[in-house]
């Protein structure tokens, strides 16, 4: 938690990306240090393009080290691989 980037410029490569397959990323603060990232499928969107949740929180988690933000969950689409 010692990074001075904020959270949407770390996870700007992860939002375009998730675009690009149908999904959108969006974050908000689930405590004053903490964030949950949260993954919605769009029309259309690729149901084989998403990693499994605990490789997108890995993902996600290093992403945040940049910001004073520490990942508490990723929240992923209804049938998604967990």
Do not use: K
């Not at 949260?38 to 949740?53: M, N, S, T, W, Y």
């Amino acid at each position: 938690m010692s990074g001075t980037m904020s959270v949407d410029d770390a996870l700007a490569q992860f939002t375009e990306m998730m675009a690009t397959d149908g999904y959108v990323l969006s974050w908000e603060n689930s405590s004053p240090d903490r964030i949950v990232v949260r993954i919605a499928a769009g029309e259309g969107a690729c149901a084989d393009c998403l990693v499994p949740q605990v490789v997108m929180e890995a993902i996600m988690g290093q992403a945040l080290q940049q910001t004073p933000y520490e990942l508490d969950r990723v929240e992923l689409p209804e049938g998604a691989a967990h």
